[in-house]
């Protein structure tokens, strides 16, 4: 049956710096400021730019052209997915407000262009379409789901950043971008694994077990079905996304470390559990959260599941935003520190730098905060710091929280250093971000018992 062309074109308008006009999947991309080459019956207002996306449909001879948006929405989609994922600039169906039903062929345009914010994105759009016509099925459909995803957290992102609504949505959404890519380096982690057994069950039974000749090859068959039993029929889902990280080359101690953090979280979001809470803070949220104190920002998961993407289409593209968005050092990392005591070692300017290893005295409260470090190995690490501490804004602000949850446990000076401290930050408004009773509030949510703190609070010392 005879096919006939029909391309579809939905438009929006745009204030952003965008200047592009590129085909891909039989489609095109591109922005314009007279809507009339699109079809002469658009009308276009004078100094408006806008952005259209033009796609081919072949239909049948009983189909209607009403039936090519249909047709189209799932290109549509796989292209605002590159656009967006590109750019970092959210692009969805909902702003395009205007379509065209032309019956014939694409027309493409006389230039090729892609330019956001006066950056280039040409050659790394040339990448991504050759990946889209070249690869095998399950390829390109591995890297349509996986932009879709990051648009999809993307927007869920926008929409939470002031309600904080689909904060553990938004969680989910950037995982399931690293738990699905994952699965396309699983076969050569399964495949590595496999090796390892069967060369240590070989090594045992050949050269201490003496075995040999058939009686080898039996055993060995039935004690490697047995260890991959073990290993590999429920591999960790943390153990696949740092397999991944380690063959795009970004693996490192702290990626680790956040990967393990990462997966505590989203199986807090992902299984049932109860979420009922006592004490809320502000800002307070619309539901109560099932995660009470993420240590990372969104655009941490933002970068980093970008960056693994861009891995996968062997593109550069996010690798510098990755670069200097530095991981804090490990718990492992802080735990040696402290038990070395490498503070000793070093002037307290240069603790709070950074300079041994990125630890700064901020380090020591991001682990008092989630319980991981214990009190008494952060007073032995700020000790110095607290009594011989200056009336610096800066300082004062980067230890007035571990001063909160040190001072109970603290004796003689170091408790009186400590209490002058609270005042100091107290009087001054040295405070990260919060008044001192909204500090209380939040250390109690978190299931701290700053006792002196609130007794302060309780008897007027501080406000």
């Known amino acids: 049956m005879k ?48 952005l259209c996306i033009s796609i081919e449909i072949q ?11 249909a047709y189209a929405r799932p290109r549509f989609l ?58 095998t099925e399950n390829e390109k459909r591995l890297f349509f789901s996986l932009i879709d995803r990051y648009r999809k957290a993307l927007y869920l992102e926008n ?60 055993e060995q068959s039935s004690k490697c079905k047995l260890i991959e039993s073990i290993f590999i029929s429920e591999l960790p889902v943390a153990s696949k996304i740092m397999f991944m990280f380690k063959e795009q080359g970004i693996l490192t101690h702290r990626l680790k470390a956040f990967i393990s953090d990462l997966v505590k979280d989203r199986n807090s979001v992902a299984h049932g559990r109860q979420v009922y809470q006592e004490k809320v803070i502000f ?35 996010l690798k510098e935003d990755w670069a200097d968005l530095d991981l804090p050092p490990s718990i492992d990392e802080l735990n040696r520190f402290i038990s070395e005591k ?15 290893n990125d630890i700064t005295p901020y380090i020591i409260e991001y682990y008092l905060l989630s319980k991981k470090l214990k009190i008494e190995n952060a007073i032995a690490a700020l000790s110095d710091i607290i009594l011989n501490y200056r009336k610096n804004k800066d300082e004062i602000t980067k230890i007035v929280l571990s001063v909160l949850l040190i001072v109970d446990k603290a004796n003689g000076e170091l408790k009186n ?22 500090l209380l509030y939040y250390l109690e949510y978190l299931g701290h018992e700053p006792k002196t703190f609130r007794a302060m609070i309780t008897k007027r010392e501080i406000r």
């Not at 990372?296 to 891995?311: K, M, N, Q, T």
């Open 3 to 50: 096919k006939r062309p029909t391309t579809y074109t939905t438009i929006r308008e745009i204030e952003i710096d965008l200047d592009i006009d590129v085909v891909l999947l039989n489609s095109r991309i591109f922005t314009t400021k007279d809507l009339s080459t699109v079809d002469n019956r658009q009308k276009s207002e004078k100094g408006k730019k806008y």
């Open 59 to 69: 239909l049948d001879d009983f189909e209607s052209v009403s039936d090519s948006a």
């Open 78 to 135: 796989i292209l605002l997915g590159i656009l967006t994922f590109l750019t970092q600039e959210l692009f969805t169906p909902f702003e395009f407000y205007s379509k065209s039903i032309v019956v014939g062929n694409l027309k493409k345009g006389k230039r090729i262009i892609f330019k956001f914010n006066k950056s280039n994105y040409l050659s790394d759009f040339n990448k991504i379409a050759a990946f889209s016509e070249s690869h």
């Open 159 to 218: 929409e939470s950043e002031e309600s904080m609504i689909h904060d553990d949505e938004v969680l989910l959404s950037y995982f399931h971008i690293l738990e699905l890519l994952s699965t396309r380096y699983y076969s050569k982690q399964k495949q590595l694994a496999t090796k390892s057994i069967k060369q240590f069950s070989e090594n045992i039974l050949k050269d201490i077990y003496l075995l040999e000749g058939n009686h080898l090859q039996s």
């Open 283 to 317: 800002p307070v949220p619309p539901f109560f959260p099932l995660i009470r104190n993420r240590e990372y920002s969104f655009d941490i998961l933002r970068i980093l599941s970008g960056r693994s993407i861009a891995s996968f289409l062997d593109l550069d593209y």
């Open 342 to 356: 490498r503070y000793d070692k070093i002037k307290i300017a240069d603790f709070y730098a950074g300079i041994d």
């Open 417 to 438: 250093k400590c209490i002058e401290i609270i005042k100091l930050s107290s009087e001054n408004g040295w405070l990260p971000d919060l008044k001192m009773r909204d």
